[in-house]
């Protein structure tokens, strides 16, 4: 069976077609479904020995069927199958053969969740001189009929059924019957939107058991055969999401991912990547978060980073389990992240994007017609190409990008939606609202037409592509989080970002001049004990900075210091001095926040390496590390492990500055290995750290927080305060209350750049 058939089961509900017998290449969730296994049972449990023999003189197919005799034994029972898992939305088919007219049930199937469910027969009604055996389910309080009396009245004949259960365990709860004619397997007749359950309706109970039954002695026998259960796949698994790290199943960083073929639902065959090692998983994934930090998207594990090392073309490619598009009237979802770290990389005619191609078995080489998405020529587009031969259709979303941001796109495309394989398109990039496709609001291309794209119909998707082409020398690009469904929800899996409460917090509102001593410095909470000095006390000492308390204001953050914060004094040299204290318990959570406020002394030249830091460690900290950046006065810092640091910035002496970092791990039970930093950020800037760094911090959970400096010249000053240590930025970040839609909407007036023009 080609992917095109088998993407028909990919929006279910959707597609309303006749369908071939063999059902989709999904895998089967029910073990031994063409009871071919030895022995023919296995995975199936019988309540009665005598019930469900092997056919293996005439199968329906293969070497062996299920028979279920009706005999005059008296024999009843039922053969079963429970499901690992529970399904809400899930597609069910089989084959059985009728081999008998005696009046009474000639075939009987039970969709069993909790106490409701789904019971369906073929009952011969034993009407003299009538071919009157039907289709029937039963409601609760009797059987209903669902296909024309006489429909299943071929004796010695196989009929296909399919059974397509939409929101179980929900009020909505309902199920598609679809069946053939005999001798055929084409699903040619259906019966939609059906309520008839067992009982009242599985609207506390998902799927869990498949069920063939005798319930009484007498009747026909009948077989079945070819029987499958598969989760429709209303979305594909992200490509990159899970955890990027060794071992099985799993990404390896730090080498290419082609050749690599981590189980992803939704793809077929490793990564290809001809030619080229410049597409590497990284341990860090990307992110997202609505304009008003109260939504993220649901991510998980790496990313893919292409670094580009000249202008050559480059690009990896996997496969599809499904053939998207190509079948009809469909809509199709696709989402996913991208990040474009350098400014200007993609100028220059050079582009950057993931891609649905087909490949008309005929390599990856071959452009053939698809959609493309990301940047080009340094503006976010779209891009439709109609065949290998026909020129690209490009269609600006944005125009330019900001460096170092991250971009959640959500593609809607509505399959030959005006008739002459006409597809229709609507992109949203960075939605305020998440939660649904109504919520999300105008997207910025409505309703585009794309131009024949699927020509004649007979074209569809089956790779998924990363390609950059004429990138300028360094350039890079990071894909993550790619996704397809049917629905916007399956491609935007969102949680609310709730506060925690502050894990840990320092003020530091002691007495004038009090020096760091064992004891005396004991304040805040969430600590285990007082500020303890590693080198010379009089490095650090609570005082009144001499500008007044420091302060920060800006969209949804605003707060100040208080009368006191801790100065760091510098005595020349290069040694470093340090006060450390121990958090009242570790902290092991995949993800941690941290901020607090600096001010260097206005007096004062910040240059030559002077170096102050807050962190969990020498090796894992943030702050100001004075014209150090390479290549420029770049000021602020992020530090993994030593040397792995990234930079931005530059600071202004006798200037307030909000720092916020953000530990994760992409390894929930692993190391932390990506680290953030953000300069003076509101919650409008969430989703664009101003630095970043990747690498093993060698700590899987946090003890103590340090103060570090070192080369600071004599009678130079540094001041820290509001020290804050969280789950979510709102735990670090103090937010007024309430926070109101006008506030974060001066992100969209101009004043959204106000903290950026602070720095």
Same mark, same amino acid.
């Given at each position: 069976? &080609?992917?095109?058939? =088998? ?11 006749? $369908? ?25 449990? %019988?309540?009665? $020995? ?16 299920? =028979? ?34 005696? !009046? ?17 027969? $073929? ?5 003299? +001189? ?23 009245? +071929? *004796? ?15 009020? !909505? ?20 939107? #059906? ?84 597409? /590497? ?12 930090? =109260? ?30 598009? @190509? ?11 991208? %990040? ?49 031969? *026909? ?16 971009? #959640?796109?959500?593609?809607? &495309? ?30 910025? *291309? &409505? ?17 998924? /592509? ?16 790619? =996704? ?16 925690? +409460? ?26 285990? @004990? ?17 500008? @007044? ?16 914060? *801790? %100065?760091?004094?510098?005595?020349? +040299? ?137 080369? #600071? ?6 001041? #820290? ?39």
């Amino acid at each position: 069976m &080609s992917r095109h058939d =088998r993407f028909c089961f990919l929006v279910a509900g959707i597609l309303v077609i006749a $369908v071939g017998a063999v059902s989709p290449a999904r895998a089967n969730l029910l073990t031994n479904g063409d009871f071919e296994a030895a022995p023919y049972d296995t995975g199936w449990t %019988r309540s009665n $020995v005598n019930i469900g023999t092997a056919e293996t003189t005439s199968p329906i197919s293969g070497s062996t069927s299920l =028979r279920m005799s009706w005999n005059n034994q008296g024999y009843t029972g039922n053969v079963d199958q429970s499901l690992a898992s529970v399904l809400s939305d899930f597609d069910y088919s089989f084959t059985f053969r009728q081999l008998g007219n005696t !009046a009474g049930r000639s075939m009987n199937t039970l969709l069993l969740a909790g106490g409701a469910g789904v019971n369906a027969r $073929v009952l011969v009604q034993g009407t003299a +001189g009538v071919d009157d055996d039907t289709l029937q389910v039963y409601d609760g309080s009797g059987w209903q009929n669902v296909s024309a009396v006489g429909a299943f009245s +071929g *004796i010695s004949q196989d009929y296909r059924i399919s059974i397509r259960g939409r929101d179980w365990g929900t009020p !909505a709860a309902s199920y598609d019957l679809l069946w053939s004619d005999a001798g055929s397997t084409l699903l040619t007749h259906q019966a939609t939107g #059906l309520t008839h359950f067992q009982s009242s309706g599985p609207t506390t109970s998902k799927l869990e058991t498949v069920r063939f039954a005798k319930p009484e002695s007498t009747g026909n026998t009948w077989m079945v055969d070819n029987v499958v259960l598969t989760a429709p796949a209303s979305a594909f698994a992200p490509a990159v999401a899970e955890p990027v790290a060794t071992g099985t199943g799993a990404y390896t960083t730090g080498t290419s991912v082609g050749g690599q073929n981590p189980p992803v639902t939704g793809f077929v065959d490793a990564w290809d990547s001809p030619g080229t090692g410049a597409f /590497r998983p990284q341990g860090a994934g990307l992110d997202y978060y609505t304009p008003d930090g =109260r939504q993220r998207l649901t991510t998980s594990g790496g990313a893919i980073h292409a670094d580009v090392p000249n202008t050559a073309n480059r690009e990896v490619a996997r496969a599809l389990d499904y053939d998207v598009s @190509g079948l009809g009237n469909d809509t199709i979802y696709v989402s996913g992240l991208i %990040r474009f770290p350098d400014p200007g990389a993609a100028n220059n005619g050079g582009f950057a994007m993931i891609k649905l191609v087909d490949t008309d078995g005929s390599g990856l080489n071959n452009e053939d017609f698809g959609i493309q998405f990301g940047v080009n020529q340094g503006d976010i587009r779209i891009r439709a190409r109609q065949s290998s031969t *026909i020129v690209g259709k490009d269609f600006t979303v944005q125009e330019g990008y900001v460096p170092g941001q991250d971009y #959640l796109f959500v593609i809607k &495309s509505e399959i030959n939606a005006v008739g002459g394989w006409q597809d229709r398109t609507s992109v949203w990039l960075s939605p305020a609202d998440l939660s649904s496709e109504a919520a999300a609001g105008t997207p910025q *291309i &409505s309703n585009l037409l794309l131009g024949n794209v699927n020509q004649v119909g007979t074209q569809a998707w089956d790779h998924l /592509r990363l390609r950059t082409v004429n990138f300028n020398a360094g350039g890079s690009v990071i894909f993550d989080e790619i =996704r397809m469904g049917a629905t916007w929800e399956s491609v935007v899996p969102s949680q609310a970002v709730t506060p925690q +409460g502050t894990r840990a917090y320092e003020p530091f509102d002691y007495g004038q001049n009090q020096n760091v001593n064992p004891g005396p410095l004991n304040g805040g909470s969430g600590w285990g @004990g007082p500020w303890v000095p590693l080198a010379n006390t009089g490095t650090f000492q609570t005082q009144l900075p001499p500008d @007044g308390e420091m302060r920060f204001s800006g969209p949804g953050v605003d707060f100040n210091g208080g009368e006191r914060a *801790i %100065r760091v004094r510098g005595f020349g +040299g290069a040694d470093s001095r340090s006060i450390t204290r121990n958090l009242a318990s570790p902290i092991s959570d995949p993800e941690v926040w941290m901020s607090f406020l600096l001010r260097w002394d206005a007096a004062a030249s910040a240059a030559d390496g002077d170096f102050v830091s807050v962190g969990f460690g020498p090796d894992l900290a943030m702050g100001v590390k004075a014209d150090e950046g390479g290549g420029g006065s770049r000021d602020f810092f992020v530090r993994m492990d030593g040397g792995l640091e990234d930079y931005a910035g530059e600071l202004v002496e006798g200037s307030d500055y909000f720092l916020v970092g953000r530990l994760r791990k992409s390894d929930p039970s692993g190391e932390y290995d990506s680290f953030d930093l953000w300069i003076n950020p509101g919650v409008i800037d969430l989703n664009r750290p101003d630095a970043t760094s990747f690498g093993l911090s060698g700590l899987s959970d946090l003890s103590m927080l340090e103060i570090r400096q070192a080369f #600071l010249e004599n009678n130079e000053y540094v001041w #820290l305060d509001e020290i804050r240590i969280g789950a979510t930025f709102f735990d670090v970040a103090p937010v007024p209350e309430p926070l109101t839609l006008a506030l974060l909407g001066l992100a969209g007036t101009g004043l959204g750049g106000y903290l950026r023009r602070r720095r």
